[in-house]
């Protein structure tokens, strides 16, 4: 495991030397509920990234790090490695719940707006 907010010197260059590397499966897993109405502000999930993103960046530039690609965990809610959807990890929200599918409405997070400028600008919008 990588974890790019801490330590990256040591763990990216060291461990992984010139190999190329494409981080998958990197996210936060947060208990959330929608109101049915207002987009959920998940400024923790943008925080997260975004201290992800800067240290994989400076991994590249200042380290040398060959890092070809970033996937995040995941783009919707999804079913955790419990079974449940408790803990949401996407940047767009599943309205069900573990035994109500409710109507399954997908609903973009504040960090999906945020996550679409931070692609569009190529990572210069963080």
């Known amino acids: ?29 947060v208990i959330e509920s929608w109101d049915g109405e207002h987009p959920i502000a998940d400024d923790y999930r943008i925080a997260y990234h975004r201290d992800h993103i800067n240290a994989m960046k400076a991994a590249i530039f200042e380290d040398g790090a060959q890092v070809i690609g970033y996937l995040g965990w995941g783009l919707i809610d999804i079913l955790s490695s419990q079974g449940d959807m408790r803990k949401r990890y996407g940047v767009v929200y599943v309205n069900r719940e573990n035994h109500d599918l409710k109507d399954l409405r997908r609903v973009p997070k504040k960090s999906y707006a945020w996550l679409k400028q931070v692609f569009r600008s190529n990572g210069e919008a963080m």
Do not use: H, K
Not at 11 to 26: K, Q
């Open 1 to 29: 495991m990588i974890r790019w907010a801490s330590g990256r010197s040591s763990l990216v260059t060291i461990t992984i030397g010139a190999c190329r590397c494409f981080p998958i499966e990197n996210g936060i897993g």
